[in-house]
């Protein structure tokens, strides 16, 4: 890139590929457009995410709470359950399925690993 780019992160987010090179994608519910490499957005959440859990099998998730509260569930033996506050940050592990339920609504930072993001349908 040889020239700054202002975005709006209520409506792009950063796609940070393996070269580290910088492009804006369109923000849209999960599933993400895939990326090979990370993508780092702030996403406004005034209601649970559009399915059942999400997994990231190329490596860790990193969460950071700016506003409102959230409950992350991991589904490790045991389940771990962690509510986050703001700027409170999380590390989700490569490969964990898990799920971030609104507590209240909140504005969250994520980094997050592509491009083999796994979603769960939600259940009946």
């Keep these: 890139m040889t020239k700054a780019i202002r975005f709006d992160p209520s409506t792009h987010v950063v796609a940070l590929n393996r070269g580290l090179s910088a492009s804006l994608v369109p ?6 457009i ?9 996403a406004t959440m005034t209601e649970n995410s559009p399915h059942g859990g999400e997994m990231h099998p190329d490596g860790d998730e990193l969460l ?7 409950r992350v569930t991991l589904e490790t033996d045991p389940v ?8 409170d940050g999380l590390i989700v592990p490569k490969g964990i399925w898990h799920t971030v339920d609104i507590v209240e609504p909140s504005q969250i930072v994520y980094v997050t690993p592509g491009p083999n993001n796994k979603f769960r349908p939600l259940a009946e």
């Design 64 to 70: 950071y709470l700016i506003s409102g509260r959230v």
């Design 34 to 42: 895939p990326v090979s490499g990370v993508t780092f957005g702030i």
């Design 27 to 32: 923000e849209r519910p999960d599933p993400p």
């Design 80 to 87: 771990e359950i962690v509510e986050i506050a703001p700027g």
